[in-house]
């Protein structure tokens, strides 16, 4: 497939999804569907990033403001709650980290070659506000 | 009628299977998949989609790659409208000769187009569609400037905004003519539902579209979707320009039922009004206004929004 042409197509050309039958789509989640080649799903966008999110559970308060406001459907929410970042997915645009409400962010943008575990390790403190 | 998926916050949103995936090629921080997103979330129901030629299009559909997982066609700019009205009809005369091979399952029609193939080249096709009476929902993306070819206006680009055709310079400061008042010419078809919607206002979207699937006829949708190449931002700040559109009531967010009754859905508090000075000020596309020379249509700026809104209010008041 990838090495076709796209003149080597008919034109009205059909894209299948899913292998076989599609079924309840909106009742199934990513992990358990089967995506053929064809669904952007299989391909990755991660060579884009400059700044990468870095996810600190502890602070986390499963707002849900990152998984509505992310444009590239990669944060992971299952039963609720915020369970991680696809970075398959992930462009780094940083919305993520601008909509996190909790003090400090459970979210940081950090750039692409940083350490996930020193930054976790190094994370910022509480803001106090100063009255 | 199926029934309608429950929604009552923010975490039970959340559990919703996205049917539209990563890795499509939009700008990032784009508005686009936002809106998309909460608005294929919105219905478990199966969907039957269309772009009209735009960004969301030309992002969401590379050869080999899909990002819809759901019936999604692309035919032409201006007729992603008709093609979803194509398919509801079909589906309406199958269901009458009892023909469907899946008769309790309840699709929903909604078509996606920019505000170029909305407000200008499918606009025709569009307004043909309120007319007839299709079971559909239209959605427009509106970012007011065709950002998929280079930033040239549209007749939705506001005044003062330099686009590639409109540029703002030694004699021009951009953009001449005002946005066209699309919601109101859609409702003037008399349809049963028309609304302009926010990304940032996630459950008055989610309110508006469940109540325009649930309804019987075209329904009409206009979101804003700060463009972060167009309207110059950081991609990060897509969410800080959608509440600064909404806050300054630049894009006030109401409804309009049967073509008559008008419902202002978000009224921010006195308080929390910002001023339109605000909003320009954080797009580079508006850069030039703060030239002293520019300065007069600031103010200019803030008075027909501030019409706008006393026309709206007025308009929900007298139930007209």
Redesign the interface.
Known sequence: ??N?G?DE?EIG?M?R??EGE?GD??????ED?KYT?????S???AD?RIEKPIFAKDYCI????C????????II????KMIGI?M????????C???CPTNPKSLL?FPEQADEEAELAQWPAKETKEK | MSEMKKIKN?????????????????C???????IV??VLNA????LILSASTGCLEVC???????????SWIHIGFENGSTAVAGAEAMYKALKTKKRLKQPDRNPKFVSFAGDGASYDIGFQWISGCMERGHNMMHVVLDNEVYANTGGQRSSSTPIGSSATTSPAGRVSYGEKKNKKDMVAIMASHGIPYSAQVA??K?KDMVKKIQHGMEVDGPVFINAVSPCTTEWKF???????LTDLSTDSLVFPLYEIIDGHELNITYRPKEKDIVPVEEYLAAQGRFKHLFKDQYKYLIKEWQERVDANWAYLNRREEARV
Not at chain 1, 77 to 80: C, G, T
Not at chain 2, 10 to 26: I, M
Not at chain 2, 43 to 46: G, I, L, P, Q, R
Request: charge should be negative; glycine fraction near 4%; hydrophobic fraction near 35%.
């Open positions: 497939m990838a076709t796209w197509f050309a894209l999804t899913f599609a789509i909106a009742g199934t989640l990513q569907r080649e064809n669904s952007s799903f391909a990755s966008v884009w499963d707002c849900q403001f998984w509505i406001y992310c444009p590239d459907m990669s929410s299952r039963d609720k696809d398959d997915h992930c462009k780094g645009c940083g919305i980290v601008e909509v943008m | 923010l975490k039970e949103f959340s559990t919703s299977a996205d049917r539209f995936e990563g890795a499509n090629l939009l990032p921080g784009c508005a686009h998949s936002i997103r909460e219905t478990n129901d199966d969401t559909a590379v050869y080999p790659y899909t990002s819809w997982d759901a990304p940032n996630w950081d991609p990060k700040d897509t969410m800080l």
